[in-house]
């Protein structure tokens, strides 16, 4: 893969799905065929991946499951020998069935933690709209913290996201059989999944500022499929702008959006029924942010989600790569 010693390019890429078992989906090798140029095209040295499925290994009494999809589609290229880091499952033991988080790497990788609630608890609720009183909010999956050395021995640390999608919580007695028995279920539904996305937005900020407490000048990184649009509250939780602290003290504490470089008519991630879309996003601290050159979206050949029958092999988020110098 062609690099050059002085440029570091990060990229975020979601997979849809990637080797899923249970969803009609075309073909591994249709797949493959689709999504192994766009990754070689990010010519990246670092990339954060997103919706990664497991499959089931050989049976026996230590059965887990393995990223099998992941290593044919990475096959015959530069990524295929790059250090890796996964996300677990809810137990904490190993990746889960669906929509793991990956992020590979160049360079060896000095720490990596997969987190749920370590920070944040669950949230408990009093449900408006069933019988059943109470709920625990729980985040759907684990956010992915990994530090790097850089070739000229700085660290660098990144945390790869994947928030809740923007899609009603199934309540008891109010979602039957996938279909939904009432607007109020609905929207008691559709108001929970904006706190959990809120929430695990919280739950990575302060994973942020626990890194900006030992590194002031930290380079820091939030990368992913944030399932929010530039001005949607979980971007603003996690880029903490100093027009919304009003704290002079805590500007160099801001996050900021590398995507913001672009032209407006280019930044965009998704379609879906025509509408333009913004999800998949890059935020730097201001050290990150002193080297970077440029952004890229590539959108070119981004399809519309809502014009593809089911088991189309193409993602439907356009990678999102950020070139430095350093």
């Not at 407490?213 to 603003?236: K, Q, T």
Request: hydrophobic share 45%.
């Amino acid at each position: 893969m062609f690099q050059r010693q002085d440029r570091l390019r990060i990229a975020t890429f979601n997979l849809e799905s990637l080797g899923a078992e249970k969803k009609k989906t075309a073909a591994p090798e249709v797949r493959e065929a689709v999504l192994r140029p766009q990754l070689q095209r990010l010519r990246a040295d670092i990339v954060c991946l997103q919706e990664v499925d497991a499959q089931k290994g050989p049976a026996g009494p230590k059965r887990t499951r393995r990223l099998d999809a992941l290593d044919r589609l990475l096959q015959d290229t530069a990524y295929a020998d790059f250090y890796r880091a996964v996300s677990l499952g809810v137990k904490g033991q190993r990746p889960a069935e669906r929509h793991n988080l990956v992020l590979l790497s160049r360079w060896p990788l000095i720490a990596w933690e997969s987190l749920r609630h370590r920070l944040v608890p669950p949230v408990q609720l009093q449900l408006a709209t069933s019988r059943a009183s109470t709920l625990e909010l729980q985040w759907d999956r684990s956010l992915l913290r990994v530090s790097i050395r850089l070739p000229d021995g700085r660290p660098l640390h990144l945390i790869n996201l994947h928030l809740r999608a923007p899609l009603g919580v199934p309540l008891p007695e109010q979602r039957v059989e996938g279909t939904w028995r009432s607007v109020a279920g609905w929207a008691e539904g559709f108001y929970l999944a904006s706190l959990k996305r809120a929430g695990q937005a919280l739950e990575a900020r302060l994973v942020v500022e626990e890194l900006f407490d030992l590194e002031p000048h930290g380079l820091i990184l939030v990368a992913g499929d944030l399932n929010a649009d530039e001005g949607e509250v979980p971007l603003r939780i996690l880029r903490a702008a100093a027009a919304d602290l009003e704290v002079p003290a805590l500007a160099d504490r801001e996050l900021i959006s590398l995507t913001r470089s672009l032209p407006a008519e280019r930044r965009y991630s998704v379609l879906h029924n025509g509408r333009r879309a913004l999800y998949d996003h890059l935020l730097a601290s201001p050290a990150l942010a002193a080297h970077f050159i440029r952004c890229e979206i590539h959108n070119e050949g981004l399809h519309d989600q809502g014009a593809l029958p089911p088991g189309s092999p193409h993602s439907f988020h356009a990678p999102v790569v950020a070139e430095f110098a350093l």
